[in-house]
């Protein structure tokens, strides 16, 4: 594959979810920049896709099927890994509601998903880079995690977690050669953005994307792909001195708040 620049050559990369949205974006990204990319999904097939497109194009990818959530499945998914310099923890699931509106299945759906998934990624990812000379761990948070969004209880609480994992793993292991940052995105445009629209507003879709884009004042929603950049970068050598950090790519959300 080719990139303007080839920063992860010889890198071996994981990404948990990135078979779509945010995840497939990260995987191709680091792929085309030289990272081996294993895409780790709930299902094969889910992942098998992307990973042809990698390899179509001349890259190295290839799919574990893995439940974040559980603890034996995610342990199993990272035995056989051999060298791991790269984690990017991607996969979750959104929630809308307010405390009253959400249910404590609900509030254990995403527990289960953002919070113990990252946890089993961190627990056993940092275990396996403790095994060669260290690496980059990259975690996806989320604006949620510094900000109140309406009707967001569960979801906030998640990704607040998500921020203070990655402030943790960081201080824990700055002298042991593995750095952890995590990245806050606002709203990406991705297929899940187009169902919930879909969804919940039936013959008013074009209205509610407009709406939804300009409540990031740039005007837009993001790219996946602009998400991928920003995580690429942060696994690179480039970013060498960079961890603990929190990286907001909103459109200027937080600007105004």
Do not use: W
Request: charged content about 25%; some cysteine.
């Amino acid at each position: 594959m080719k990139s303007e620049k080839q920063r992860l050559t010889g890198k071996h990369a994981l990404v948990t979810g990135g078979g779509s949205g945010i995840g497939r974006a990260i995987s191709l990204r680091l792929a085309a920049e030289g990272a081996q990319v294993i895409i780790l999904e709930l299902r094969a097939e889910s992942g098998e896709q992307v990973a042809a497109e990698i390899r179509a194009a001349g890259g190295s990818a290839r799919v574990i099927a893995a439940d974040v959530g559980d603890t034996g499945s995610m342990r199993s998914a990272f035995a056989p890994i051999e060298r791991l310099d790269i984690l990017v923890n991607n996969a979750g699931i959104a929630h809308v509601g307010d405390v009253l509106g959400t249910t404590p299945e609900d509030l254990d759906r995403i527990y289960r998903v953002n919070v113990r998934g990252v946890y089993h990624g961190l627990h056993f990812g940092v275990a396996k880079m403790l095994e060669g000379k260290g690496g980059a761990i990259v975690n996806l948070a989320s604006i949620v995690s510094k900000l109140a969004v309406e009707d967001r209880f569960a979801y906030g609480m998640s990704k607040g977690a998500v921020l203070t994992m990655t402030l943790s793993v960081a201080r824990d292991f700055i002298d042991r050669g593995i750095r952890c940052n995590c990245v806050c995105p606002a709203r990406v445009h991705t297929p899940f953005v187009d169902g919930f629209i879909a969804k919940n507003y039936p013959g008013r879709e074009q209205e509610m994307f407009e709406k939804l884009s300009a409540a990031q004042p740039i005007g837009r929603m993001g790219r996946p792909e602009e998400i991928a950049a920003l995580v690429a970068f942060l696994c690179s050598d480039e970013a060498g001195f960079i961890t603990g950090s929190a990286y907001d790519i909103d459109g200027g959300v937080t600007l105004l708040r």
